[in-house]
C-alpha cells in the first residue's frame, strides 16, 4: 500500500476541504527543542488503511497541564494521542512534527502517551464528555513553563462551565489554522460527531457529546487543529475555555476546560491544573458541566450582555426536548445559543446536516415559550 499524506484524520485528500493558510509557519514545522504547544503533533503510530490506501495524520499537542504529584503532561485528543480511538499503549512515542508534517515519517518524541478518556460509540444512550488524552514529556523536549505559539502562558486558573461562556470572545493556537479568533455561539451542546476516516456521505462512527460549546466563525478551526487550547481573547495570562476536538465548514466543537481536567480525575484518580501564570490550580467538578447555569446574583446578564434568566430558561426547556429533537431525522444536535433578533436573550438551537424543507417542517418554533433556531452545519468530524 501506498502512502499518502492527509491534512488529517477525518480529511481523506489534501485540501479535500480547501487548505487554508497557516497564520504562523511554525505550528507545522519541526521545533527547535525544548518545543512550544499549538503545534503540529500525534501517537507515532497514526496510520490508517481507507479504500485501498495507507494514509497518514497527526493533530495538536494543544496546551501542557500538570498532575498533583507533579509530572507534566501534553495535552491532546484521545484520537490525536491514541494510535488508534481508545488504543494508545503505555509508552507510545508523540512526536513533534506529526507525521503528515514529516512526510509521513516519524520525527523526534517529545512525550510518552500516558492515558485517555475513552470515547463510548454503544448505541444511542452512549454519551461523552470530552475527547482528551495526556502524554508524560520528555524531559528537556517540552517547554516546561507551558508556552503556546502566538498566545504566551495560559492562566492556570480556568473559566467556570458555566452561563457566563455564552458570547465569550475566544481564542486559539493550532497545527492548521495557526492563531485564530472568534465566539462562543453556544453552550449546554449535544452533538453527534463522526469518526469514521472514510466517511464520505454516511458514517458507520459516530459519538454522542455532550455539554459541549460551539464556537464560530467556521474559520476558527480546521481538520488538523485538534487538540488545540481554547482560552479567552485576552492579551496576556488567558484562561482556559476548552479543548477543540470536531468541526464542519462553519462550526467548532469543544469540550468545557472543566469537563476537561474532571474526566481526567475520574479515569486516573489525579487532581490536573493547566501549567501557566499562577500556582497549581485544583479545579471544582461540578455535576452540571457545559450545560450548568447561573443565577445572575448581582448581575442579571452575563459578560456578553446576556440574561442570566433568558440562559436558564433555554437550557431547562432544551433539557425537556432535547430527545425529541433528535428523534428527528437529520438532527446532529442541539444547544443554547444567542437570539439572532435580540442578542440579550437565548435561543434553543437545533444543529442539522442540512435544513431542509421537511426537517424544518418536523422541528417546532419554540420550546417552552423558548424559541428554537435551526443552525445547519454540514456533517460535524472530529478534527
Known sequence: MKLIKILSVFLFAVGANGLRADTGAAHQQAQARPVQLGTSGGNVNLFFSCFGSLYCSSGTLGSLVQDSDGFQYILSNNHVMSRDINDGQ?????SQPGLIDANCDIAGAVATFTTVVPINFAG??????????????????VDQAGLILDVGQASSQILPADSNLLGRSVKKSGRTTGLTTGSVAAIGVTIKVCYDPCALFTCSKVG?????????????SDG???????????????RAVGLLFAGSDSDTFAATFQNVVCELKRVTGLDFSLVGCGDFNVVTCPTGGGGKGNGGKGNPH???????????????????????????????????GIDPKDRTKAVVEVYVEKA??????ALPNAVDGVPVQIVETGIVRAY
Do not use: M, W, Y
Not at 503505555?90 to 508523540?94: A, E, I, L, P, Q
Not at 454522542?208 to 476558527?220: L, N, S, Y
Open 356 to 361: 431542509t424543507p421537511a426537517t424544518r417542517a
Open 124 to 141: 444511542k444512550n452512549a454519551k461523552n464528555k470530552v475527547d482528551a488524552g495526556i502524554a508524560e514529556i520528555v524531559s528537556g523536549n
Open 224 to 238: 488538523g487543529d485538534s487538540g488545540s487550547l481554547i482560552v479567552e481573547n485576552t492579551a496576556s495570562c488567558p
Open 90 to 94: 503505555v509508552g507510545d512515542d508523540v
Open 302 to 336: 452575563n459578560a456578553a450582555g446576556i440574561a442570566h434568566a433568558s440562559i436558564n430558561a433555554a437550557l431547562r426547556a432544551k433539557g425537556r426536548a432535547e430527545e425529541a429533537l433528535l428523534k428527528v431525522a437529520g438532527v446532529l444536535g442541539a444547544g443554547v
Open 208 to 220: 454522542t457529546f455532550v455539554e459541549q460549546i460551539r464556537v464560530t466563525p467556521g474559520t476558527f
